[in-house]
Nanobody
């Protein structure tokens, strides 16, 4: 079973910021590109940020300029700095390798809830 522990979520007002952290087991983190994903009930999980093992980031247009992904290879940890949050960013956020594994529970962590609301 994979080991992925996401943290840092919470309730924040529109325009606010949060920093998510994800501690991953070495078998997932090592030499893999890593991604942050989010899921809203009733919708498919979507990629919101990706970073290669060489620290090259990539973002979809929906979060570009607002979200920043980074990784600490020594700590097997990936971060997501989220600024200028919008209500539509509300979701459960997960991290995993990129491309992601199948949507099977044992391949994913518990995620961390982010709620953007006034």
């Amino acid at each position: 079973q994979v080991q992925l522990v996401e943290s840092g979520g919470g309730l924040v007002q529109p325009g606010g910021s949060l920093r998510l952290s994800c501690a991953a087991s070495g078998s997932i983190f090592s030499r893999n590109a890593m991604g942050w994903y989010r899921r809203v009930p009733g919708k498919q999980r979507e990629l919101v940020a990706r970073i290669t093992n060489g620290d090259s980031p990539d973002y979809p247009d929906s979060v570009k300029g607002r979200f920043t992904i980074s990784r600490d290879n020594a700590k097997n940890t990936v971060y997501l700095q989220m600024n200028s949050l919008k209500p539509e960013d509300t979701a459960v956020y997960y991290c995993n390798k990129s491309p992601p594994p199948p949507p099977i529970r044992s391949y994913w962590g518990q995620g961390t809830q982010v709620t953007v609301s006034s």
